[in-house]
């Protein structure tokens, strides 16, 4: 975790391939609904990368060909979780709507769109809001992995733990992207003051923006609503708490109980 090698990812960056799984055996394992309405949700929010990629590429990162680099193979990867899931539904006997991602991002909220907007203002007056944004995605990252995580662990399908499994090696690497560039750019203690404030204020769980509220409120309870969520999510906020100035951070484990 204490170092992230670009060139390395760069290098070995490749789509999640539907021939790595053997989807015949997906009639003898069973799904419940719950697990159903976990998997559109990390669907939903996979397939929507595009659309966060778009904001964030209208503030400043563009201006980091670093970032430029991995945001380039992170969207291809991002993309492939989505298809992966959606082909998992598919042949355990779930149908999805071609038009589905359509319907999705029509209904991404106005609140996406004011962030979207004031993430490129804010970077007109500040180079710090980089650091904001890095730690932003790290978090979302380490969310997203630990939440794919307690999925695979809980399941009974194997074919699904595999699956999850497969998906959580490419979001390590995101995570670590993130956090490695987060720290740094969080040196300067005005970085992090902006990032505090940034989080504090307007930090929310992955798929909200794209999903609606009670969604979000019902994907945390079903990922992080038992005592072993409870650990994941103090390991979540003890993990970015590691970041320069961040000690105070407590947003899963606030969220979790709210
Ligand atoms: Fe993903
Ligand atoms: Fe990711």
């Known amino acids: 975790m204490n170092n992230f090698d670009l060139e390395r990812y760069l290098t070995n960056s490749k789509k999640v391939d539907l021939s790595e799984f053997d989807f015949s ?3 003898n394992y069973s799904l419940t609904d719950d697990e159903v309405r976990c998997l559109h ?3 939903d929010v996979e397939s929507s990368t595009i659309v966060y990629l778009r904001a964030i590429l209208r503030t400043c990162v563009i201006d980091d060909p670093e970032a430029v680099a991995f945001l380039s193979c992170w969207a291809y990867e991002e993309y492939f979780h989505g298809r992966v899931i959606r082909e998992f539904l598919r042949v355990s006997g779930v149908e999805v709507s071609p038009g589905r991602y359509v319907e999705v991002k029509r209904s991404a909220s106005l609140r996406e769109r004011i962030e979207e907007l004031g993430a490129s203002f804010m970077c007109s007056l500040t180079r710090h809001f980089h650091a ?4 932003w995605g790290a978090v979302q990252e380490l969310t997203t992995l630990e939440g794919y995580g307690v999925l695979a ?6 074919l699904l733990k595999t699956v999850l499994n497969r998906i959580i090696k490419d979001e390590r690497r995101h995570f670590s992207f993130y956090y490695n560039k987060a720290r740094a750019a ?10 505090t404030f940034l989080l504090r204020k307007f930090w929310t769980p992955v798929g909200s923006g794209v999903k609606a ?3 979000v409120n019902w994907m945390i309870r079903f990922v992080f609503g038992d005592s072993a969520g409870a650990e994941v999510t103090r390991r979540i906020d003890s993990t970015i708490g590691r970041l320069p100035g961040l000690a105070w951070f407590d947003l899963l484990t606030a969220t979790r109980s709210h």
């Open 25 to 27: 055996a997906a009639e």
């Open 41 to 43: 949700y990390m669907m």
């Open 132 to 135: 904001a944004y890095l730690t």
């Open 153 to 158: 662990r809980r399941t009974s399908n194997p």
């Open 186 to 195: 969080l040196e300067a203690s005005r970085a992090q003051r902006l990032t």
């Open 213 to 215: 509220d009670p969604d």
